[in-house]
């Protein structure tokens, strides 16, 4: 499969004549998809990773953030609840606990809030999600929804984005820790922790895939499930971008404090 082949993907789907015939097919379309399509290539990151925002900016991208981050172990639940396979379901749950922790270890979702916290933003405000962007909630609460309705395979399939997580993960801690003086090591462990937390997800969900997804209308469906996520991803930055690179914060959101 080469990238020529593909140009009939759309913003929805891989395309109608796209037919993937083999695993390895499916995986050259998904690393295809997160070549192009990852948010990693938004203006805003390139904002972000580059010192170009100032704190308030930096402040509602971690607020708006945290409502998919701890939206995250919620979906995965869903996932779960999909599944009568006993060890399918065992392999998930460790995903709940990355995020949630357990009984005296913290989680992905402590590790956001010491984020939040080092950038100057109250943590009661923060998990209320009151000033988050209606895009950003719209955004999150459709990738739970999908999770739900969708195929089992489908569920999983739309995590691939993890696939493309870590090369993002140390941009962005490289990035921030370079460029911005209100941004440290410490506030940054959530990324360094999930630098080996992704790469273990990805390569379970990309195998699970390759096996479950036996036919061509299958693997069109796996497809079809990362460009979705990937549209997830992306229309959160779209929603930060209007608001707060362009200046069109809608009412009742977070409004920094000028600097």
Not at 9 to 23: E, F, H, Q
Not at 192 to 219: C, M, N, S, W
Request: include cysteine; aromatic fraction near 10%.
């Amino acid at each position: 499969m080469n990238a020529a082949s593909l140009t009939g993907m759309t913003a929805l789907s891989v395309g109608k004549d796209i037919r993937l015939n083999s695993a390895e097919e499916l995986e050259a379309t998904l690393r295809h998809i997160g070549a192009t399509r990852y948010h990693s290539l938004h203006p805003f990151h390139k904002l972000l990773h580059g010192g170009k925002l100032n704190k308030g900016q930096v402040q509602a991208w971690a607020l708006n953030r945290y409502y998919y981050q701890s939206t995250i172990p919620i979906k995965d639940a869903v996932v779960i609840s999909r599944f009568r396979d006993r060890a399918t379901r065992l392999e998930w749950r460790h995903r709940i606990e990355d995020h949630d922790g357990d009984v005296g270890s913290e989680g992905g979702i402590e590790r956001w809030l010491k984020l939040t916290e080092g950038l100057g933003l109250d943590t009661a405000y923060v998990e209320s999600t009151e000033g988050i962007l209606p895009a950003t909630r719209f955004a999150v609460e459709a990738y739970v929804h999908y999770c739900r309705e969708k195929s089992p395979l489908e569920a999983i399939a739309s995590s691939l984005t993890e696939l493309f997580a870590p090369n993002l993960h140390e941009e962005r801690i490289s990035g921030m820790l370079e460029h911005y003086d209100f941004v440290n090591p410490d506030i940054m462990s959530y990324f360094k922790r999930r630098l080996a937390q992704a790469p273990r997800d990805a390569g379970f969900a990309l195998d699970y895939v390759k096996a479950h997804a036996t036919t061509p209308e299958q693997r069109a469906q796996v497809c079809n499930a990362l460009i979705f996520k990937t549209n997830v991803l992306w229309v959160q930055l779209d929603a930060l971008q209007h608001a707060y690179v362009e200046g069109h914060i809608p009412p009742g959101a977070f409004v920094p404090k000028a600097s």
